[in-house]
């Protein structure tokens, strides 16, 4: 057994990263930004399963933006998990304010593993790095391809996912010394929520089940479960075959969001009467963001059908995931067992 750090254990993905480990046996611990959390992520373990597991984690403050703390969480580590990142809801007015603590926070976490003799990191990057800015008609995106920063319709969310993970590789290609680096490349993440504090990904499939969303965009997605993309890090940590590698992380085909809803909708029958599967005209998109900031990120990707693969993952990792129904389903029962979902519980059976 290993003793492994995770980076942001209060985040979604962060969260289950650590129950996985604990299930495993290895010695875990974790950074938060402010020590007066680690009660919140006990619990998120607790209802994962940890049991008393949730008690063993060791818990270290650390920033993103600071490089206090980072040398005395990675002390004596084998491995590390760099899964913090920020993921707002709404792009910021200044793309600095995703940048800086994505690279910036990278390069810490890899310039103190470093220095503390980890053998590996696996870093979560995002399919957000790989799939934007192409003017290439592709059947499907892979990991030998690149988000364009450069390109004036990517956003600031995956603009920021590029240069981080840029940065990495660089910073291993000139500076890692024997130190290893894999990377996560995610899709939306979807799957059991463990606490109140839920992600983006989440957020959008609760707008959808409360019926707080008019209809859907032409626009599609890659969907994939939380637990999935969590056992991905894991064998990424310690499989030979991993070394210097990026897996994509996407569960099946990618996914309209008029085909999500209507499986969605199919899933939960009588209980997802309020998910609405009307599709949204592009030219009403184009005109309502030209007020709303949210919807003209989205704009961009009007009428651009999209897929990747996880072949290599599954390929050279062993790894198979859950279909995207099945994690859409596990995010309703979450949000339902949790109290969250708007006026009603979702009844599963």
């Not at 309502?288 to 390929?315: C, Y």
């Not at 279909?323 to 708007?342: C, E, V, Y």
Request: aromatic share 6%.
């Amino acid at each position: 057994m290993a003793r492994v750090l995770v980076t942001g254990g209060t985040g979604f993905l962060g969260a289950h990263c650590l129950i996985q480990l604990l299930a495993a046996g290895h010695e875990v611990r974790t950074t938060v930004r402010d020590l007066a959390r680690a009660g919140e992520v006990k619990a998120m373990l607790r209802q994962g399963g940890a049991g008393s597991g949730a008690d063993r984690v060791t818990f270290f403050a650390a920033d993103l933006n600071a490089d206090n703390g980072w040398p005395e969480a990675v002390a004596g580590c084998d491995y590390a998990l760099h899964v913090a990142a920020p993921f707002p809801a709404r792009a910021p007015k200044d793309e600095n304010e995703l940048i800086r603590p994505s690279r910036d926070g990278a390069l810490r976490v890899l310039k103190a593993a470093r220095d503390a003799g980890v053998k590996r990191v696996v870093l979560t990057s995002s399919f957000a790095a790989i799939g934007y800015g192409s003017k290439t008609d592709k059947a499907a995106f892979t990991e030998s391809d690149w988000t364009n920063p450069d390109d004036p319709t990517v956003q600031p969310y995956q603009r920021s996912k590029t240069i981080a993970e840029r940065a990495a590789w660089d910073f291993i290609a000139r500076e890692g010394g024997t130190m290893e680096l894999a990377v996560i490349n995610p899709v939306g993440i979807l799957g059991p929520a463990l606490g109140p504090d839920i992600s983006t990904s989440i957020h959008m499939m609760k707008r959808m089940i409360d019926g707080d969303t008019p209809g859907c965009p032409d626009v599609w997605f890659g969907f994939v479960d939380v637990r999935d993309v969590a056992d991905l890090h894991i064998r990424a940590m310690t499989n030979p075959a991993a070394r210097g590698e990026r897996f994509l992380a996407t569960a099946e085909h990618f996914l309209s969001v008029h085909q999500a809803a209507q499986i969605l909708k199919d899933k939960l029958g009588a209980e997802g009467r309020a998910i609405s599967t009307r599709r949204l005209p592009n030219w009403l998109l184009r005109l309502v963001a030209l007020f709303d900031p949210e919807i003209r990120g989205l704009a961009t990707e009007l009428g651009k059908p999209k897929d990747a693969t996880s072949e290599k993952a599954q390929r050279l990792l062993g790894w198979k995931p859950r279909s995207p129904g099945d994690a859409m389903l596990a995010t309703a029962q979450s949000l339902s067992s949790l109290g969250l979902l708007k006026a009603r519980q979702v009844r599963m059976n």
